[in-house]
Structure formats: C-alpha cells, structure tokens
C-alpha cells in the first residue's frame, strides 16, 4: 500500500515555465487534445511529451478518452482533482493570465521582427555603407563617431594583426647569411674591358 503522505514531484514539473499553461489553462471537462495543448503552452513535440510524461507522474493530468470527432490517433487529457486545486492557486494570483499575455507578446515580436528585416531592406540599411545617406534622406542627425573608441574595438578584434611582426617569418633568416667574404662591386665608373679597348 502507498503511503498517503508520499511527496509528488508537483512543484519541480514548474521548473519548466511552460507548465503553467498546460496546468493554468486546461479548460475542457472532458479534456484537451493535444494540438490544442501545444496551442495553450506553446511547446510541440519532444519537450511537449516530456512535460505531459512529468505532470502525469505527479498526478496533475491524466490521459482521458477521446471524443468521436477526435483523430483515431489523438491523445486527450484532463486536470485530475489535484490538477484542478493547484489551477485554482495559479488562477487566483493571476498566473495564467500572465502566461497568456506573453504568449500574445511573442507573437506580436515576431511579426515586429518580420516587420523590422521589410523595414531595413527597404531603407537599404542591410547594404553596408548605406548609413550617411539614410541620415541625410529622413533629415535627421547622424549620431558622432568616437573615432577613439572605433579604433580601439578595431585593434581589440583585430590584436593578432597589430601585435604581428611585420617582417614576417621567412623560410631563411637573410640576417644569418655571411655576406663579408663577398667582394664589393664598383657599379660606376670604366669597367676593365672598356679601358683595354680605350
């Protein structure tokens, strides 16, 4: 026989964030399939059936049968009692309001993003020397370049390339090379055959 007073791993399926919406905003009787889950947590596949596996184990939800509409291969669930009591907490601090205004949030960001790249390509600022003339077209001033602080990020990405010896390495050291027994040659002058011939 189970003890009674065995604690349930509830509180540790909230280290993933995304259970507050499967727990805050399950809302059928008869349960939820699971594409409308994926909608309410905005999470799909693997990580989905893992936090589905977790609430499960901590008897949060339950797998239900499903409806006569539903995909022969659906799977449905629903809160349990102890599901339903801890919606009732979340509910009551707001909790899940919350989860769904961020869920509104992110959706508005990406169209935003989406926006921002139709925006910059039209203002030709994915080009890469296209600033001076954005300035001057939106009438607006042109910020000032710390031509200091430019250099100095300049030579920080670029250390290798400051810090080099600029003689390089050569195959042979020309330094090392004995040049004193060489004689030296006069290029001036008469040379020997053109004073014979004189």
Same mark, same amino acid.
């Given at each position: 026989?189970?003890?009674?007073?065995?604690?349930?791993?509830?509180?540790?399926?909230?280290?993933?964030?995304?259970?507050?919406?499967?727990?805050?905003?399950?809302?059928? !009787?008869?349960?939820?399939?699971?594409?409308?889950?994926?909608?309410?947590v905005d999470l799909t596949?693997?990580?989905?059936?893992?936090?589905? !596996?977790?609430?499960?184990?901590?008897?949060?939800?339950?797998?239900?049968?499903?409806?006569?509409?539903?995909?022969?291969?659906?799977?449905?669930?629903?809160?349990?009692?102890?599901?339903?009591?801890?919606?009732?907490?979340?509910?009551?601090?707001?909790?899940?309001?919350?989860?769904?205004?961020?869920?509104?949030?992110?959706?508005?960001?990406?169209?935003?993003?989406?926006?921002?790249?139709?925006?910059? /390509?039209?203002?030709?600022?994915?080009?890469?020397?296209?600033?001076?003339?954005?300035?001057?077209?939106?009438?607006? !001033?042109?910020?000032?370049?710390?031509?200091?602080?430019?250099?100095?990020?300049?030579?920080?990405?670029?250390?290798?390339?400051?810090?080099?010896d600029i003689r390089g390495?050569?195959?042979?050291?020309?330094? !090392?090379?004995?040049?004193?027994?060489?004689?030296?040659? /006069?290029?001036?002058?008469?040379?020997?055959?053109? /004073?014979?011939?004189?």
């Open positions: 026989m189970s003890d009674p007073n065995e604690d349930l791993p509830v509180a540790d399926v909230f280290d993933d964030w995304h259970a507050i919406g499967l727990i805050a905003r399950l809302d059928r !009787d008869d349960g939820n399939i699971k594409a409308e889950i994926e909608e309410k596949g693997k990580p989905l059936k893992t936090l589905l !596996d977790n609430a499960i184990d901590a008897e949060l939800i339950e797998e239900t049968q499903i409806q006569a509409g539903d995909h022969p291969r659906s799977d449905r669930y629903q809160l349990t009692e102890r599901g339903k009591a801890v919606q009732s907490l979340l509910r009551s601090r707001g909790i899940d309001e919350l989860q769904q205004s961020y869920l509104t949030a992110k959706t508005a960001l990406q169209r935003a993003a989406d926006e921002a790249q139709e925006i910059i /390509e039209a203002e030709h600022l994915h080009k890469k020397y296209p600033q001076r003339d954005y300035w001057v077209r939106t009438g607006s !001033d042109q910020p000032e370049i710390d031509t200091e602080q430019l250099l100095a990020e300049v030579q920080e990405e670029h250390e290798d390339l400051f810090n080099a390495e050569w195959p042979m050291d020309v330094r !090392d090379e004995e040049t004193g027994s060489r004689e030296p040659v /006069e290029t001036w002058g008469s040379t020997p055959d053109e /004073e014979e011939e004189d």
